[in-house]
């Protein structure tokens, strides 16, 4: 690994922006982390209480790798933290024979997944909690579980202030100008000169950079929590976190207080937020009606009327995948952003590549699948003298 002093600036403390901070103080950058809000607030793709961690994927089996190295690298956060971050409870994974549930079986094969297809008779008698339907198929992911992403926000950019980064919160970033001695930042009316800007604005990726507005969208998502009837029925000691991809995609995991469930429906039927700095956080009741008739129709253990909603915001790109890499062909400024719902589970991972990408210039740890290129065919940051 290099540790050539470079000065870095990451331009976001969220998601991905804690952990690269994080990453790029362990591997001896000098690193400056611009935050408009405080350290892990709760407007953005981070909020909600917990996140699910799989490691058998319905979006595409080769992210099975990067998960593993993901793993590792939370493991490494709650040692440096003395945290519990990650907790493993296994992962169903429900639904119809379909493309997403090949992808699961793929992984599995592909990569030696620890998971393994449940007997629908099975599942009934383990899990009856769920609504299982003829031709469902279920794959328990013995290495999922949850994650606790405030908490890891938090203490991932706390190592990076230990580590020697500098975080300044409740700074604005006003505009970034790639010129020939750097990558200028400017923020509260001063500007700075670094080597390398890492960039990870979340829902505010369009504003940030005008190019990105047509290839990412910013999203409102509700999550709804329930409370079980029975004593212990949803405990997350006999009661996987889970996501259904047919006949409808929802997700569950077990609420982290009390007994009940934290159930988030498809980010297919989030509604888009036209603009970040005016996120509507209040939840209309049909969209409340709207978990009402799935809890009814999925959970009859659960109370049907929810005890507690939130909205928060995540950035969507076209494909459901993020951009990660070089933004624009400009070797100075690396993005992550519009992470589409399923990158938290990554983001010990994604900030790795963010520091190859401004320490080395290149990351053999990346994906194809996430590199920018593919929607940015040209160049679109423009050098200045």
């Given at each position: 690994?290099?540790?050539?002093?470079?000065?870095?600036?990451?331009?976001?403390?969220?998601?991905?922006?804690?952990?690269?901070?994080?990453?790029?103080?362990?591997?001896?950058?000098?690193?400056?982390?611009?935050?408009?809000?405080?350290?892990?607030?709760?407007?953005?793709?981070?909020?909600?209480?917990?996140?699910?961690?799989?490691?058998?994927?319905?979006?595409?089996?080769?992210?099975?790798?990067?998960?593993?190295?993901?793993?590792?690298?939370?493991?490494?956060?709650?040692?440096?933290?003395?945290?519990?971050?990650?907790?493993?409870?296994?992962?169903?994974?429900?639904?119809?024979?379909?493309?997403?549930?090949?992808?699961?079986?793929?992984?599995i094969d592909k990569f030696g997944v620890d998971a393994v297809a449940i007997p629908l008779e099975?599942?009934?008698?383990?899990?009856?909690?769920?609504?299982?339907?003829?031709?469902?198929?279920?794959?328990?992911?013995?290495?999922?579980?949850?994650?606790?992403?405030?908490?890891?926000?938090?203490?991932?950019?706390?190592?990076?202030?230990?580590?020697?980064?500098?975080?300044?919160?409740?700074?604005?970033?006003?505009?970034?100008?790639?010129?020939?001695?750097?990558?200028?930042?400017?923020?509260?009316?001063?500007?700075?000169?670094?080597?390398?800007?890492?960039?990870?604005?979340?829902?505010?990726?369009?504003?940030?950079?005008?190019?990105?507005?047509?290839?990412?969208?910013?999203?409102?998502?509700?999550?709804?929590?329930?409370?079980?009837?029975?004593?212990?029925?949803?405990?997350?000691?006999?009661?996987?976190?889970?996501?259904?991809?047919?006949?409808?995609?929802?997700?569950?995991?077990?609420?982290?207080?009390?007994?009940?469930?934290?159930?988030?429906?498809?980010?297919?039927?989030?509604?888009?937020?036209?603009?970040?700095?005016?996120?509507?956080?209040?939840?209309?009741?049909?969209?409340?009606?709207?978990?009402?008739?799935?809890?009814?129709?999925?959970?009859?253990?659960?109370?049907?009327?929810?005890?507690?909603?939130?909205?928060?915001?995540?950035?969507?790109?076209?494909?459901?995948?993020?951009?990660?890499?070089?933004?624009?062909?400009?070797?100075?400024?690396?993005?992550?952003?519009?992470?589409?719902?399923?990158?938290?589970?990554?983001?010990?991972?994604?900030?790795?590549?963010?520091?190859?990408?401004?320490?080395?210039?290149?990351?053999?740890?990346?994906?194809?699948?996430?590199?920018?290129?593919?929607?940015?065919?040209?160049?679109?940051?423009?050098?200045?003298?």
């Amino acid at each position: 690994m290099s540790t050539t002093r470079k000065r870095i600036a990451v331009i976001g403390l969220g998601t991905a922006g804690s952990m690269a901070a994080w990453r790029l103080a362990s591997r001896g950058a000098d690193v400056v982390g611009y935050e408009q809000f405080g350290t892990s607030h709760d407007r953005s793709a981070h909020a909600g209480e917990s996140r699910i961690f799989r490691t058998a994927y319905f979006e595409d089996q080769d992210y099975a790798p990067l998960i593993r190295s993901a793993k590792a690298l939370w493991r490494q956060l709650e040692a440096e933290t003395g945290t519990e971050l990650l907790t493993l409870t296994g992962n169903l994974m429900l639904g119809e024979a379909s493309a997403e549930m090949a992808n699961v079986s793929e992984s599995i094969d592909k990569f030696g997944v620890d998971a393994v297809a449940i007997p629908l008779e099975e599942a009934r008698k383990r899990w009856p909690q769920h609504p299982y339907r003829e031709g469902d198929v279920v794959v328990l992911d013995r290495e999922g579980g949850y994650l606790r992403p405030e908490l890891a926000v938090l203490k991932a950019a706390r190592r990076a202030e230990a580590l020697g980064a500098e975080l300044r919160t409740y700074t604005p970033v006003e505009g970034i100008e790639v010129k020939a001695d750097g990558v200028w930042v400017t923020a509260g009316g001063h500007s700075e000169r670094y080597d390398h800007a890492v960039v990870t604005p979340g829902p505010w990726a369009g504003k940030l950079f005008p190019e990105l507005a047509m290839l990412i969208e910013a999203r409102k998502v509700v999550s709804a929590w329930f409370a079980g009837r029975e004593p212990g029925a949803f405990d997350p000691a006999h009661f996987p976190c889970f996501v259904r991809a047919t006949p409808r995609e929802f997700y569950g995991l077990p609420a982290m207080a009390g007994n009940g469930l934290k159930l988030g429906l498809s980010g297919a039927v989030n509604r888009p937020v036209p603009d970040p700095d005016a996120l509507d956080r209040t939840v209309p009741l049909d969209e409340v009606k709207a978990f009402r008739a799935l809890v009814a129709e999925s959970f009859p253990g659960l109370y049907p009327d929810p005890i507690r909603v939130s909205a928060y915001m995540e950035g969507y790109t076209r494909d459901g995948h993020g951009i990660v890499g070089r933004l624009g062909g400009e070797e100075r400024i690396t993005a992550v952003t519009g992470l589409s719902g399923h990158g938290f589970k990554l983001s010990p991972a994604l900030g790795e590549i963010a520091a190859d990408y401004a320490l080395t210039g290149s990351s053999e740890n990346t994906l194809a699948l996430l590199n920018p290129d593919r929607f940015l065919a040209t160049p679109t940051i423009t050098e200045n003298p």
